[in-house]
């Protein structure tokens, strides 16, 4: 993982590859289909800042590095959920 400030996630490169083959729904009325309304939803997290100001992370590319820390260190599913809610913590 490349970590200096230059660097920027690829995220509608990732988002395209993942969803390419979503479809709107069948007709002009019935709007996005549930495939696609998860794509918009995601297309709207990569556009969203993490905080006010932060140009270096969006919400979803600091989603999926956190993920990748998960995976990297083997977090278990109850240590990750603890680091990112206040659960356990008086």
Excluded at 6 to 32: F, M
Excluded at 36 to 44: M, Q, V, W
Excluded at 63 to 75: D, E, T, V
Aim: aromatic letters at 14%; glycine letters at 8%.
């Amino acid at each position: 993982m490349i970590d200096n400030e230059d660097s920027q996630d690829d995220i509608y490169g990732l988002l395209y590859y993942t969803h390419r083959n979503v479809a709107e729904g069948k007709g002009c009325k019935e709007g996005p289909n549930d495939e696609a309304r998860k794509f918009y939803n995601l297309i709207n997290d990569a556009n969203q800042e993490l905080y006010h100001g932060c140009k270096n992370f969006s919400t979803l590319s600091f989603i999926i590095r956190l993920y990748l820390l998960k995976f990297l260190h083997g977090w278990s599913n109850s240590s990750f959920t603890d680091t990112i809610t206040k659960r356990g913590y008086s």
